[in-house]
């Protein structure tokens, strides 16, 4: 997951398909988009602001929020 900043563990996965879950449509494509989810094709930043029809700062955002979540659960998860 190279274009989000997220620590790979043992539990991203998990914590990937629990913040897929609790997304906005378009935080779902960013996450297929970016990582693949769900066994997309990654595209590039430049790809997904044309789908989405995002700015470069709201696509920005959106991934920062998302990386920043993601983490969050991995940490949770790997707590237990």
């Known amino acids: ?12 996965q998990d914590a990937l398909d629990y913040v897929y879950a609790e997304s906005d ?3 779902r494509k960013i ?3 970016t990582v693949g989810y769900g066994g997309s094709a990654p595209l590039d ?7 989405l029809k995002l ?19 991995v940490e949770g998860l790997s707590a237990v």
Request: a positive charge; glycine letters at 0%; charged letters at 30%.
């Open 1 to 12: 997951s190279s274009l989000l900043s997220v620590e790979n563990s043992d539990y991203t």
């Open 25 to 27: 449509r378009n935080d």
């Open 31 to 33: 996450l297929e988009y």
């Open 45 to 51: 930043t430049k790809q997904i602001m044309q789908k």
């Open 55 to 73: 700015t470069p700062v709201q696509l920005s955002r959106r991934k920062a929020r998302l990386s920043m979540r993601i983490n969050e659960v």
